[in-house]
């Protein structure tokens, strides 16, 4: 019986060691320019020639071999910065490059502009100085082109930039504030301290107070994140901007309806 539990033992432990060493390798510098390979590649084939630099790489074995990495891709702008973009992406160990899954968000690079980044500043600062009976942490823009006529309408801009000689991220980096509001590619989020127990109904009380007048036009949101108490916690509430006034979307609906019955 003893001989029968220490030979269970035995098989067990050189298991354990089989699926051990199968699942780790220590990466040598020929991994690294095997998947630094495949990333420059994809990024080439999408118009992106910067710089890329793994900063962590680890291989697994499971079903296929996987490279799992961790880059940063660099480039250097018109407006005189060095912008950097990260990005987590797995390359099966047959170094695939069919797939731009691995590429970085690049298409939302002009958020990164210094001009774009100023006004943020600029509007953060003012909503902080207006009384909404809420505790503003931050401001941020954030990309609005996930319907297909808006990401058309970037990928225009980003063609024209290209026929003009504007090659930062593509193309779709110089693309300026106005442009960027006109055509409805960003939109507005107005952040609320973590600390403050928020409710719906107090953020549309504090956008009936929202002095507007030199908000731009959009769409806007007040947004507080809250995890601590599950992932589907987070308040928010939308609105619009326009000329200069706050739009509330139940009223543009109301309206919509009386089009409608006429």
Known sequence: MKKKINHCLLSFLILILALFLTGFRKMKTSDYNK???????????????????????????????????????????????????????????????????????YKESFLKQKSIQKVEKK?????????????????????????????????????????EGKKDFAGYYQIPYQTLIDKELIEMVIYIDEKTTVKTQDMKEAAKKLDASDLPNGEYSFYQSNFEDGPNNSVDYNFKVKDGKVVFYEDENLVIEDEVQK
């Open 35 to 105: 998947v630094r390979g495949v990333i420059v590649e994809n990024c080439n084939k999408v118009g992106l020639h910067g710089k890329v630099t793994i900063t962590k790489l680890y291989w697994t074995a499971l079903e296929i071999p996987t490279y799992h990495v961790t880059y940063t891709y660099s480039e250097k702008t018109y407006d005189d910065q060095k912008v950097v973009l990260e990005q987590n992406t797995a390359i099966h160990e047959e170094g695939s490059s069919d797939s731009y899954g691995n590429v970085p968000e």
């Open 123 to 163: 509007i953060e600062k003012q909503l902080k100085k207006q009384k909404l009976g809420l505790p503003i942490s931050s401001f941020s823009f954030l990309s609005n082109f996930s319907h297909d006529e808006k990401e058309k309408n970037l990928y225009t801009l980003a063609s024209d930039n290209l026929k």
